[in-house]
């Protein structure tokens, strides 16, 4: 069970002045889907190097506070280690993959092999991660030659095959085409429905809005509010922090269409649903 607990994290890099991480305390749960939202510089992509103890293992610089997975410091943790508890998902698949495999398998296998896995087990794990992540019939492709969905998928598939029980994912469809990014939040909702736990940086806030279970605001190094999307979205001071809400719910705002808890739609989905029952209830009126 991996529950992530983060206890008062305090994150400044070296030969800087500011917090780029501020005192962030919550906790997540194994199998949420949490969005990770708020302005360039807010400490998204900080925050997620300080789940894999990239932060302060690797950047160094002054840390306060504790990140906590499966009760394991991850400050006191061997890369080894984390990688079989968190994967990380970059923006950009390019600086995720080899390089050197001629082939989708291969470039999915190399994690593996590095980790001494058994052949067998090695084959039905690949087989596994690529019918999820629907790149079957890629596998004899060379990585090089994917649409940048594919590539994605396929970068995404070398670190599911190391059974990670957390996926952090920086900003994973900003290269990527609107066709390519719904190919990886397709995955990605797979993976979910897998009982993975997943953490995703997006600016994307309709996407954001419609996949997860929780969102955490991010502002100048601080958690401004971790909670559903429709509370998220419902604030009144996104603009001041930096971010748009969901066109539907600006669009139910500006006409307070809301619901019984006074809060607004934030999918499609929803302002339907809100819609028809406001036009039943005229009806029967
Ligand atoms: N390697 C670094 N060295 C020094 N300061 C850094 C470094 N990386 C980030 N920062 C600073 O830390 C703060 C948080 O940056 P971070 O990259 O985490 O923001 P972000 O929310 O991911 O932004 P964006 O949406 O632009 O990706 C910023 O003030 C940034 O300038
Ligand atoms: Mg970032």
Excluded: W
Excluded at 92 to 116: R, W
Excluded at 226 to 246: E, N, Q, W, Y
Excluded at 256 to 272: C, Q, S, Y
Aim: hydrophobic share 40%; aromatic share 6%.
């Amino acid at each position: 069970m991996a529950e992530i607990v983060i206890n008062n994290l305090r994150y400044r890099y070296p030969e800087t002045t500011r917090l780029a991480l501020n005192g962030i305390t919550c906790q997540i749960h194994q199998g949420e889907f949490i969005g990770v939202i708020g302005r360039n510089g807010a400490g998204k992509s900080t925050f997620s190097q300080a789940l894999l103890g990239l932060v302060p293992n690797f950047y160094h610089g002054a840390y306060g506070g504790s990140v906590t997975i499966d009760g394991v410091n991850v400050k006191e943790s061997s890369v080894d280690e984390l990688c079989q508890k968190v994967g990380l998902v970059f923006q950009n698949p390019f600086n995720q993959i080899t390089g050197s495999k001629l082939t989708v398998y291969e470039e999915i296998a190399f994690g593996l092999e590095n980790f001494g896995v058994p052949s067998d087990e090695m084959h039905r794990r690949i087989d596994n991660a690529m019918e999820l992540l629907d790149i079957s019939e890629l596998k004899n492709r060379v990585p090089y030659d994917l649409s940048g969905g594919q590539m994605q998928r396929m970068a995404l598939a070398g670190i599911i095959v190391m059974e990670p029980e957390v996926i952090v994912m920086d900003e994973p469809t900003s290269q990527l085409d609107p066709q390519g990014s719904e190919e990886v939040f397709r995955a990605v909702r797979a993976l979910k429905n897998q009982g993975k736990t997943i953490i995703m940086i997006e600016h994307k806030i309709e996407k954001i809005a419609a996949y997860s279970d929780c969102v955490m605001l991010l502002d100048d190094g601080k958690l401004v509010a971790m909670d559903t999307p429709k509370v998220i979205f419902s604030r009144d001071d996104l603009a001041k922090h930096g971010v748009c809400a969901p066109t539907y719910t600006q669009i139910c705002r500006e006409l307070n269409i809301r619901d019984r808890d006074g809060l607004f739609p934030v999918t499609l989905e929803e302002t339907r649903a809100l819609l028809d029952a406001d036009m039943k209830e005229r009806v029967s009126r």
